[in-house]
């Protein structure tokens, strides 16, 4: 059996297990259970990816299932999905860990909220590795609801009503961005005839003409609201604060690469010819998302919302690199994208740290004086900030700074996507949005790091399973920082199919 297809059916199998046994596994049990699954699930992707052979998608299986749509059973995986597949499988893992400790107030509730995690691991994985559209579209709608119950089920128990109305904002945008990106999916197999996404980038004539441009815009918009680009990213800071940690961690580290992935996967791919024309469009809303959300976090105080702005400006980087359509920008866009899931995972716990011990994210609440009061906590919080500010030799430097490379390229060179005066104008606009990150990073470390420290009965360090997420996070930011052509040596072989060529 295919290897991506057993990692998809493991955690949908022990929703279901979860669901009929619930009432009687205790908490630390189902925990255990979804970390072991989760651990399984990437054990079955990374055996896949090795027995590849020359085959142009790993693990690749193709069954007719909808005869009356045309619409296939067909699941693979490449150098572009790879990466993504397996970092949403291991931190699905670090956030059933987290359970185990911290197990949300209820009684027996934790094996409810594990199956509700089980469904959205397998929606994400069944979006990164589906080859058919409609495929794509099922899987990235499955995982809508799930997280809706996570959000308003187990979000802030200081705020019910908030965290209702975040979870209920949440489900409208994506849903509504969901019917925008299904409307450009129809009017792409009524154009081609086919859904099959390796037989829509391997056309030997592109699809070109309004309604080509039609769908490009419709599912840009559809994924625009996922990724989330400016301005319909005002969904998410409301999200990620009522979110618990669970949910955060999942929002920022997967959902937002499944609309980063459709960028490249179905939009740069399927429709080349009409990206190519909305590509400055994208670049400039990617750029301007850069500088809003740093100018948001400098005014935050509320921990967990700077980080979900500041999740804004890392995709504007992400959504720029895309819009220069070349090789470094893909690459730049996968590479990115794996960085912010690792680095905004390490803070998304970390900021549950701080709030299970103060009950708020508040800067003003947490206080100064962190690396006196608890050192392992700070340490690591100021780790993953630097990182996050990218930092050479840690995670986030390579993918914006390959991001810049691209968009420097396009600025000095004719004939790219983007118009050499556009190009260099948008580049400086982004370096002003990396002075700003400077800034705002360097304002939270200052107020809650330093300073005379304000002691609290709360003061309690890192300890059990945050202290090992939080050491596996930190290897694998230092690892993509230090050794970053391990991914992109994995990432390269696989440009072309995005670009236009047979991979």
Request: with cysteine.
């Amino acid at each position: 059996m295919s290897g991506v297809l057993i990692a998809v059916l493991l955690p949908a199998v022990a929703a279901l297990v979860m669901v009929v046994v619930r009432d009687i596994i205790t908490d630390r049990v189902a925990a255990r259970l979804g970390l072991a699954v989760s651990l399984l699930s990437a054990l079955a992707l990374v055996l896949a990816w090795l027995n590849r052979g020359d085959k142009a998608y790993a693990g690749e299986v193709d069954v007719l299932w909808v005869r009356s749509l045309g619409m296939h059973w067909h699941l693979g995986m490449d150098g572009i999905s790879f990466p993504l597949l397996l970092m949403t499988s291991l931190l699905t893992a670090l956030v059933c860990w987290a359970l185990t400790d911290d197990p949300p107030a209820g009684e027996n509730s934790t094996p409810a909220l594990v199956a509700l995690v089980m469904v959205v691991l397998a929606a994400a994985l069944g979006v990164f590795a589906a080859l058919d559209l409609l495929l794509f579209f099922v899987f990235f709608e499955l995982a809508l609801i799930p997280m809706w119950f996570v959000i308003a089920r187990w979000g802030d128990p200081h705020d019910p009503r908030g965290r209702r109305r975040a979870a209920t904002r949440f489900l409208v945008f994506t849903v509504a961005g969901s019917a925008f990106m299904l409307v450009g999916f129809v009017t792409v197999a009524a154009s081609a005839g086919t859904l099959q996404i390796p037989e829509l980038a391997a056309r030997d004539v592109p699809l070109a003409g309004g309604w080509a441009l039609f769908a490009a815009c419709a599912i840009a918009v559809g994924l625009a609201v996922k990724t989330p680009v400016w301005p319909l990213h005002i969904w998410l800071p409301d999200a990620h604060a009522s979110a618990p940690t669970v949910g955060s961690v999942l929002l920022a580290a997967v959902f937002l690469k499944l609309g980063t992935y459709g960028l490249l996967r179905v939009l740069a791919s399927v429709l080349p010819d009409p990206t190519a024309t909305l590509a400055p469009w994208l670049a400039i809303l990617g750029v301007i998302g850069i500088v809003y959300a740093a100018l948001a976090c400098l005014r935050q105080d509320d921990l967990k919302r700077l980080i979900a702005y500041s999740s804004v400006g890392h995709m504007g980087f992400v959504v720029l690199a895309v819009a220069t359509m070349s090789e470094i920008g893909v690459a730049a866009a996968v590479f990115a994208s794996v960085a912010h899931g690792v680095i905004t995972g390490l803070l998304f716990f970390n900021a549950g740290a701080l709030k299970r011990r103060f009950g708020s994210a508040e800067l003003s609440v947490i206080g100064r004086g962190l690396y006196a009061r608890t050192p392992a906590l700070a340490v690591v919080l100021a780790f993953a900030a630097i990182a996050s500010l990218g930092l050479p030799g840690l995670a986030g430097f390579w993918g914006e700074m390959m991001a810049l490379r691209g968009t420097y390229d396009a600025a000095t060179s004719s004939g790219g996507v983007l118009a050499a005066g556009l190009a260099g104008t948008l580049l400086v606009v982004a370096l002003v949005g990396v002075l700003l990150t400077s800034a705002y990073v360097l304002r939270v470390l200052r107020t809650t790091m330093q300073g005379v420290p304000t002691p609290s009965p709360d003061d309690l360090d890192l300890s059990g399973s945050e202290r090992g997420i939080a050491t596996v996070l930190v290897v694998g930011v230092l690892l993509l920082g230090l050794a970053p052509g391990l991914l992109v040596g994995i990432i390269e072989p696989s440009i072309p199919a995005i670009l236009g060529g047979a991979p």
